[in-house]
């Protein structure tokens, strides 16, 4: 049990669970949409976080069993999940939740794995279980080819394709030991690797797709097994960028490689081990670049390929890239960025760059979601119903929005609107629902349901500006009962960021503050008072007027970069979470609260009803913490979260109180709360039991 001295006297951190009301309900029996978020109980006197859900998120690569196919192994921005019964559920292995780009698997022995991180090799000989480095510290390793004959032998293509440095490791790497060591094999002309393949009928033969920024070929191929290399050029383009390949198996009438050419968004086939290519007819795939490609080994004529960005389509060839058809029914989610298919039935799986991972049992017609137990969502926003505490709203990134009516037990993505960044409900009047859609490249639109998110009628925000990096609705905030929204707007550009008004639902809106604003908080004594915090600058705003005008109220001599979330207590003080520390203001003066471990503050969240001079704040990577004394005093609050990178949080005002927390790759957490217990005072270096 943790203590923490308050004023004198001790507290205990751990609350009481209140226990759910009835058992918890299974999940909606359609696969299209249901997506679960924990089985575990909730126990009386037992404080934890459950949740993880709605599942899905970022899936980078899947490698499947050679031997069993029920085996999967999928890449995400958070670790490796493993499947043992062919995608039904997932559970994350032993390795770290940090990012993975691509996921190997021995061919002859399942056993063992290799994976490519941002930071080298990593490899497990009993399934994911234990693993350990295996070189190329420090590297970003996009891609590995495993020898079908020999399990030590190894290659690593490495290189950062969109920012490549002087001092970055660049180049294809062997290692006949493992991993253990590892000799450069080539490195000229290159700035990124991007997939390598060895040929399925001479294991001697390597082939490595490339960027090259300067005019150059994006093939490299090698027939000794890496130690020369010649170049080929793919297509028509003196500026080849080769981002995937994959070639029908031995035996195969003609023997087939195919690769992917981002420069022109094409697929090209070569019958001659890749010295020659030409173009297959695919019409539709040019506007958006291809990135995954797959052949069915075991019916070599037919290949998948999979575009990244707009739709980001699954399309499929069954005469070897003469015709293409478009195979996505179903799937919920975009950019595919690998597959996984079964030998001699058809079954294919789809990683999704932004949407989980789909499984098809008829070779890609029809596609259901297979992703139960891949924890690694990132949550953008969240909102609680305000007279439904179980009932909450996520806005994941490039998904749908996701709905839970148990508190966070189970999840389901409602409507097909996608790249939501903001949502929020009007606080006297839980049935109208608001989001913020559009991020980078994008226009700008607010977004409004009055059916809890299946059905949106949309007001455009701001236009498509194509120079704008880091462009989107971050917040959005609506007078209590309607009648007039604000949203706040952060412009990489610095056309259009600031705070936008509208009194008519959203027909015209009005610039009132030109700061890159990222979030926005009334007064609950008065919600005319309304707070903006900026980016870039790391400015407060007060506006008593709704929004129409503003002032500034930032601390006079204090530097802060970035103001990331507001909230106002029962009394009024407006707190600050900021990339500077977590500061307060009493109407007068800022003081910057202490106790915390770091300055690097993601997220605030006050409990102004049962439990006053509560809070709970977030700290990058180090989770969340708790203050009972209105921030004087904290102590962390993280038992149960398999991440500590939260970027939101979230709190019931009615009961059962509630705190949820978003997280990046790791989905939504919820803590039931009840009262917290307060003990006398004992020495302070008694233990409590």
């Given at each position: 049990m943790?203590?923490?001295?308050?004023?004198?006297t001790?507290?205990?951190?751990?609350?009481?669970?209140?226990?759910?009301?009835?058992?918890?309900?299974?999940?909606?029996?359609s696969?299209h949409?249901?997506y679960?978020?924990?089985?575990?109980?909730?126990?009386?006197?037992v404080?934890f976080?459950?949740?993880g859900?709605?599942y899905?998120?970022?899936?980078?690569s899947?490698?499947?069993?050679?031997?069993?196919?029920?085996?999967?192994?999928?890449g995400?921005?958070s670790?490796?999940?493993?499947?043992?019964?062919?995608?039904?559920?997932w559970?994350?292995?032993?390795?770290?939740?940090?990012?993975?780009?691509?996921?190997?698997v021995?061919?002859?022995?399942?056993?063992?794995?290799?994976?490519?991180?941002?930071?080298?090799?990593y490899?497990?000989?009993?399934g994911?279980v234990?693993?350990?480095?295996?070189?190329?510290?420090g590297?970003?390793?996009?891609a590995?080819?495993?020898?079908?004959t020999?399990?030590n032998?190894?290659?690593?293509?490495?290189?950062?394709?969109?920012?490549?440095?002087e001092?970055?490791?660049?180049?294809?790497?062997?290692?006949?030991?493992?991993?253990q060591?590892?000799?450069?094999?080539?490195?000229d002309?290159?700035?990124?690797?991007?997939?390598l393949?060895?040929?399925?009928?001479?294991p001697?033969?390597?082939?490595?797709?490339?960027y090259?920024?300067?005019?150059?070929?994006?093939?490299?191929?090698?027939?000794?097994?890496?130690?020369?290399?010649?170049?080929?050029?793919?297509?028509?383009?003196?500026?080849?960028r080769?981002?995937?390949?994959?070639?029908t198996?031995?035996?195969?009438?003609?023997?087939?490689?195919?690769?992917?050419?981002?420069?022109g968004?094409?697929?090209?086939?070569?019958?001659?081990?890749?010295d020659t290519?030409?173009?297959?007819?695919?019409?539709?795939?040019?506007?958006?670049?291809?990135?995954a490609?797959?052949?069915?080994?075991h019916?070599?004529?037919?290949?998948?390929?999979?575009?990244?960005?707009y739709?980001?389509?699954?399309?499929?060839?069954i005469?070897?890239?003469?015709i293409?058809?478009i195979?996505?029914?179903?799937?919920?989610g975009?950019?595919p960025s690998?597959?996984?298919?079964?030998p001699?039935?058809?079954?294919?799986?789809?990683?999704?760059?932004?949407?989980?991972?789909f499984?098809?049992?008829?070779?890609?017609?029809?596609?259901?979601?297979?992703?139960?137990?891949i924890?690694?969502?990132?949550v953008?926003?969240?909102?609680?119903h305000?007279?439904?505490?179980?009932?909450?709203?996520?806005?994941?990134?490039?998904?749908?929005?996701?709905r839970?009516?148990?508190?966070?037990?189970?999840?389901?993505?409602?409507?097909?609107?996608?790249?939501?960044?903001?949502v929020?409900?009007?606080?006297?009047?839980?049935?109208?629902?608001?989001?913020?859609?559009?991020?980078?490249?994008?226009?700008?639109y607010?977004?409004?349901s009055?059916?809890g998110?299946?059905?949106?009628?949309?007001?455009?925000?701001?236009?498509?500006?194509?120079d704008?990096?880091t462009?989107?609705i971050?917040?959005?905030?609506?007078?209590?009962g309607?009648?007039?929204?604000?949203?706040?707007?952060?412009?990489?550009?610095l056309?259009?960021?600031?705070?936008?008004?509208?009194?008519?639902?959203?027909?015209?809106?009005?610039r009132?503050?030109s700061?890159?604003?990222?979030?926005?908080?009334?007064?609950?004594?008065?919600?005319?008072?309304?707070?903006?915090?900026t980016?870039?600058?790391?400015?407060?705003?007060?506006?008593?007027d709704g929004?129409s005008?503003?002032e500034m109220?930032?601390?006079s001599g204090?530097?802060v970069w970035?103001?990331?979330?507001?909230d106002?207590?029962?009394d009024?003080?407006?707190y600050?979470a900021?990339?500077?520390?977590?500061?307060?203001?009493d109407?007068?003066?800022?003081?910057?609260l202490p106790?915390?471990?770091?300055?690097?503050?993601?997220?605030?969240?006050?409990d102004?009803?049962?439990?006053?001079?509560?809070?709970?704040?977030?700290?990058?990577?180090?989770?969340?913490?708790?203050?009972r004394?209105?921030?004087?005093m904290?102590?962390?609050?993280?038992?149960?979260?398999?991440?500590l990178?939260?970027t939101?949080?979230?709190?019931?005002?009615?009961?059962?109180?509630i705190?949820?927390v978003?997280?990046?790759?790791?989905?939504v957490?919820?803590?039931?709360?009840?009262?917290q217990?307060?003990l006398?005072?004992?020495?302070?270096?008694?233990?409590?039991?």
């Open positions: 943790r203590r923490l001295v308050v004023a004198g001790f507290f205990v951190l751990s609350a009481l669970i209140a226990v759910m009301h009835g058992s918890a309900s299974s999940a909606p029996s696969r949409l249901a679960g978020a924990t089985g575990a109980m909730l126990t009386p006197g404080a976080w459950t949740g859900g709605p899905g998120g970022y899936v980078n899947l490698a499947m069993d050679p031997l069993n196919p029920d085996v999967i192994y999928a995400t921005e670790g490796v999940f493993k499947t043992v019964d062919a995608g039904a559920t559970t994350r292995t032993g390795f770290p939740p940090i990012r993975v780009r691509v996921v190997q021995s061919p002859r022995d399942p056993n063992i794995l290799y994976v490519g991180t941002d930071d080298g090799v490899r497990t000989t009993d994911g234990n693993w350990t480095r295996r070189g190329l510290d590297a970003r390793v996009n590995l080819a495993i020898d079908a020999n399990a032998i190894l290659y690593a293509g490495t290189g950062w394709p969109w920012q490549s440095k001092e970055e490791t660049i180049g294809i790497f062997k290692s006949t030991d493992g991993g060591f590892w000799q450069l094999k080539l490195a002309g290159l700035d990124a690797v991007a997939t393949l060895i040929d399925t009928g001479n001697s033969h390597i082939y490595a797709g490339v090259t920024w300067s005019d150059g070929p994006g093939l490299r191929k090698s027939t000794n097994g890496g130690e020369s290399w010649v170049s080929r050029q793919v297509g028509p383009y003196n500026w080849d080769v981002v995937a390949l994959a070639m198996p031995a035996g195969h009438n003609p023997l087939t490689l195919y690769a992917i050419n981002a420069s968004g094409d697929v090209y086939k070569s019958i001659n081990r890749g290519w030409t173009r297959t007819h695919v019409p539709w795939i040019s506007p958006n670049p291809p990135w490609l797959a052949v069915d080994l019916r070599p004529n037919v290949v998948y390929v999979g575009t990244q960005y739709q980001g389509d699954v399309y499929r060839s005469d070897g890239g003469g293409w058809s195979q996505s029914t179903g799937i919920v975009r950019a690998s597959f996984a298919i079964v001699r039935n058809g079954t294919v799986y789809v990683g999704l760059a932004n949407g989980g991972v499984r098809s049992a008829d070779s890609g017609e029809t596609w259901f979601p297979a992703s139960e137990g924890n690694n969502a990132y953008q926003s969240l909102v609680v305000p007279q439904s505490p179980r009932t909450v709203f996520a806005a994941i990134r490039d998904q749908p929005l996701a839970s009516d148990e508190g966070g037990a189970s999840w389901r993505y409602v409507g097909t609107r996608t790249s939501l960044t903001a929020a409900l009007d606080p006297l009047d839980g049935s109208t629902l608001f989001a913020g859609q559009g991020d980078s490249f994008s226009a700008l607010l977004l409004k009055t059916n998110g299946h059905d949106w009628t949309s007001r455009q925000l701001l236009p498509t500006h194509y704008a990096r462009r989107r971050s917040d959005i905030w609506v007078k209590p309607g009648g007039s929204i604000l949203v706040a707007v952060t412009d990489f550009s056309y259009g960021g600031g705070v936008y008004k509208s009194s008519d639902d959203g027909a015209t809106w009005q009132t503050l700061f890159w604003t990222t979030s926005l908080a009334s007064d609950p004594a008065d919600p005319r008072v309304v707070y903006a915090g980016a870039r600058n790391g400015y407060v705003f007060r506006s008593l929004g005008t503003w109220i930032s601390p204090e530097w970035e103001v990331r979330d507001i106002i207590d029962a009024s003080r407006v600050a900021t990339s500077s520390g977590l500061l307060r203001w109407g007068v003066v800022w003081a910057r106790g915390l471990p770091s300055d690097n503050i993601r997220a605030i969240a006050i102004r009803t049962s439990a006053p001079n509560t809070l709970y704040a977030s700290v990058a990577g180090q989770g969340a913490f708790m203050s004394d209105g921030g004087e904290w102590a962390p609050f993280n038992e149960g979260l398999t991440t990178d939260i939101t949080l979230v709190l019931s005002e009615s009961q059962p109180k705190l949820y978003g997280t990046a790759y790791g989905g957490w919820s803590r039931f709360l009840t009262t217990l307060y006398p005072l004992v020495a302070k270096d008694q233990a409590l039991g």
